[in-house]
């Protein structure tokens, strides 16, 4: 029997009933990692990309989560960290330059998985656009033409004044928010549509803390988190 796998869908549930029948298990016997929640494309321009899950069969001997560890750290010896930065300072320089915007400076880093890219410029306000849809743009087309090349299939995190820190600490204060009133009420709390990126800090944060579910529901634009009590909590 399969311990870990990974399947697409059109949205998180589709592609995680997608990996329960080829695993043949039940939702509470598997571990669910959202490794994508998918678009319905860049400005209608760029295609659809599918939602991706990974599903791990619990393991009491935590057997499985220590393979899964050994692989992630395989995929991440095989990453060229250096040409990935490189690639990725080159192609920001360019579409920046197309949107006419005027640079100062561009700072290209990574972490263990991440390459880390960070705007210095006197337009940020114009880069960052309506609630960081524009940078959030910029940061899925670098990561799309990373992922070109196998070598460089790194993810991506683009930042400009500090805006991504802002962003997750306002999305913890609404978090907290919902929190209080789920607790309080024993009702779904549900947030105002958010971008994917966004939408997945709400869920790791959640879980994070423990003790709630989270789900997503709707379409484009309108998708949106929901949190709960958890069942253990009732």
């Known amino acids: 029997m ?22 043949n298990c039940s939702r509470e016997d598997v571990e669910v990692k ?7 494309g ?24 220590e393979n899964v560890k050994e692989k992630r ?8 960290f250096d040409l990935a930065c490189k690639n990725a300072q ?34 940020g306000s114009l880069l960052i656009g309506r609630s960081g849809q524009s940078l959030n743009a910029l940061e899925y087309v670098v990561q799309l033409m990373l992922n070109t ?13 500090k805006y991504r820190q ?13 929190i209080e009133y789920v607790k309080r009420t024993k009702k779904i709390y549900r947030f105002d549509p958010m ?11 959640l879980k994070n803390i423990g003790g709630f579910d989270t789900f997503s529901e709707g379409e484009g634009a309108l998708r949106k988190v929901g949190v709960k009590l958890s069942v253990d909590k009732y």
């Open 90 to 123: 080159e192609y920001v320089s360019k579409i920046v330059s197309m949107m006419n915007i005027k640079v100062n400076d561009i700072v290209v880093s990574h972490d263990e998985d991440t390459v880390n890219i960070d705007i210095s410029t006197d337009s």
């Open 166 to 178: 802002k962003q997750q600490d306002r999305l913890k204060a609404i978090a907290n928010k919902a």
């Open 73 to 80: 750290e395989a995929v991440k010896r095989e990453i060229d």
């Open 42 to 65: 860049l400005f209608g321009l760029m295609g659809a990309k599918p939602a991706r899950v990974i599903l791990t069969v619990k393991d009491k001997n935590n057997q499985t989560k």
């Open 195 to 205: 971008s994917a990126k966004d939408r997945k800090f709400i869920h790791t944060y």
């Open 2 to 23: 399969l311990k870990e796998l990974e399947t697409s869908g059109k949205n998180i549930e589709d592609a995680i009933q997608t990996g329960l029948k080829e695993l």
């Open 34 to 40: 959202i490794l994508d929640e998918g678009t319905k």
């Open 149 to 161: 090349n196998p070598s460089t299939r790194a993810k991506v995190n683009i930042d400009t004044e």
